[in-house]
């Protein structure tokens, strides 16, 4: 399900706050855990094995997009 | 041009046929990596003194800039925009959040070509490059950006 207009404002605020050296630092420090490499890994290679090129990458990826601000209006 | 009807393939090709030293940075890059994240824009980190063929290269797409080529370089970025944003990069050398100092020579000469379609490719940086991109100006979103980078760089691993 795609947010609401707000919460989908409210998302894109938060992620593109500006952090403090601080904040960064704190958040890189926490190791990545063993099963959240294992899943980025699983779907990194689900996607290169569904979009064999970097375009067809793009393309799903602005499809995707164009779908999540649809749902959102 | 409506963004819906923009050729993003035609796009890179024209960048590509440009010659124009362009690096493809941004969640983009990611998702050529082979991540799939979502991004609304196109994030270009380009050689100071190509930004008209850039912009000659932009123009049938109907992207226009936001500022004149002078402008650009004084300040180091600029965007091209219709109903699609491409945010381009032109400093020669960007500080990341703690004090690294990251020019863009050193990143072309690690840069790594791929392909996106037969006979289109666009450049992008070393894994690593990327990783500095992502901490000139860092937002929650870019830390995101950085754990899964460096999940695939301890992988060792190449589009």
Known sequence: MSPGGDARARAIAASERRLTPEEVEAYLATPVSASEREEVLALVRWFRRRFSTGGERLAYVRRAYRRWTVGAQ | ?159
């Not at chain 2, 100006?137 to 301890?154: C, G, N, S, Y």
């Open chain 2, 1 to 159: 041009m409506q963004g819906t009807e923009f050729d993003e393939l035609a796009f890179f090709a024209a960048v590509q046929t440009s010659g124009v030293r362009a690096l493809l940075i941004g969640r983009r890059a990611l998702v050529v990596l082979g991540l799939p994240v979502l991004t609304a824009d196109y994030d270009f980190w380009i050689h100071i003194d190509d930004i008209e063929r850039f912009n000659s290269a932009a123009a049938p797409f109907g992207l226009a800039p936001t500022r004149s080529v002078a402008e650009a370089r004084g300040r180091g970025r600029y965007v091209l925009e219709n109903d699609e944003h491409v945010d381009v990069l032109v400093a020669r050398a960007v500080p990341t959040i703690d004090g690294q100092s990251v020019s863009f020579a050193d990143v072309w000469g690690r840069r790594q070509p791929v392909a996106l379609a037969e006979g289109v490719s666009v450049q992008l940086p070393a894994i690593a490059d990327l990783i500095l991109t992502k901490r000139f100006a860092p937002r929650p979103k870019d830390l995101e950006d950085i754990r899964l980078l460096e999940i695939l760089q301890q992988e060792g691993d190449t589009p």
